[in-house]
């Protein structure tokens, strides 16, 4: 017959009782982060969770492909090619998503071959320079732009909590 062991609550804590302060500093700093995400439209804080969040989910991508179409003009296209860019634009947040945890930018190959598995579209790459590349720089912009503005309240927290004020 088993016997029920009890568990001491000190035996879960993976610090000792007396170092508990930084864990619950870093709680309050976490809470402090949450909030400043909270307060991004909702959009905005979908583009950062695409972006940054471990647990992405295609909710998500759509918003935040939705969010950089909607944000820009490609009135000037045509029909046939601003569809190849609707679908561009996921491209492009999938290389700048890349590049914004540590890994390379997508070339023209690399770009040619995600439009030609995500969507059986085909790109060029011989013709990218002429074809591609001012729209590409105009998307990796248009995503830079409001990732900096996802950031910016997260920014301020983590500022604010560096300064010598912090309590």
């Not at 508990?20 to 439209?41: F, N, W, Y």
């Not at 969770?49 to 003009?73: Q, R």
């Not at 045509?78 to 945890?101: F, G, I, M, P, R």
Request: with cysteine; hydrophobic share 45%.
């Amino acid at each position: 017959m088993a016997v029920r062991q009890k568990i001491h609550i000190a035996e879960t804590r993976r610090t000792p009782i007396g170092r508990s302060t930084l864990r619950a500093a870093h709680l309050v700093t976490m809470g402090k982060v949450q909030k400043a995400i909270e307060s991004l439209p909702f959009q905005v804080q979908q583009l950062g969770h695409y972006l940054y969040h471990p647990c992405m989910t295609v909710i998500h991508m759509l918003n935040a492909e939705k969010l950089i179409w909607s944000d820009t003009d490609f009135g000037a296209l045509t029909n046939a090619k601003a569809a190849k860019v609707h679908c561009l634009v996921t491209v492009a947040l999938q290389s700048y998503k890349a590049e914004a945890n540590g890994g390379d930018a997508f070339g023209p190959a690399r770009v040619s071959d995600a439009m030609m598995k995500l969507y059986g579209i085909a790109i060029q790459p011989k013709h990218w320079d002429r074809d591609w590349l001012e729209i590409w720089n105009f998307l990796r912009k248009a995503i830079e732009e409001v990732d900096i503005q996802a950031q910016e309240p997260i920014w301020q927290v983590i500022h604010a909590e560096n300064s010598e004020d912090a309590a």
